[in-house]
């Protein structure tokens, strides 16, 4: 628990010439009071911004696995054909010699 402590004081005070809480938000009151009241809306509307940026990187990441699933889907079918797509050529081949066959016999059947 104190390593958290310590290190959290550090984090706080780490540009800060004393080593205190006390110090620590002494400086974090003069920072903020280097900020300007008009500059209040300037910093809201750049965090709403970057809080939009992370909904979408959300929403971004909720999409990644149902992609990775179609992916691993479509790797599983072409696993599945692979063996079949060797043939595949020949397939093509013997049917386009035997459209002509089957044109022949459609004529012959209707005369």
Do not use: C
Not at 46 to 67: F, G, S, W, Y
Not at 93 to 108: G, N
Request: aromatic fraction near 4%; proline fraction near 5%.
């Amino acid at each position: 628990m104190w390593e958290r402590i310590l290190k959290l004081l550090s984090t706080i005070s780490a540009d800060s010439p004393e080593r205190s809480v006390l110090g620590a938000i002494s400086n974090l009151q003069t920072k903020l009071s280097l900020i300007e009241p008009s500059d209040y809306t300037h910093i809201d509307t750049r965090l709403q911004a970057v809080l939009h940026k992370m909904d979408q990187l959300k929403a971004k990441a909720k999409e990644i696995p149902e992609t990775n699933n179609k992916v691993a889907e479509v790797f599983d079918l072409v696993r599945k054909v692979e063996p079949v797509l060797s043939t595949l050529p020949e397939v093509v081949e013997r049917m386009t010699a035997l459209k002509s066959l089957h044109e022949q016999a459609s004529q012959f059947a209707s005369n």
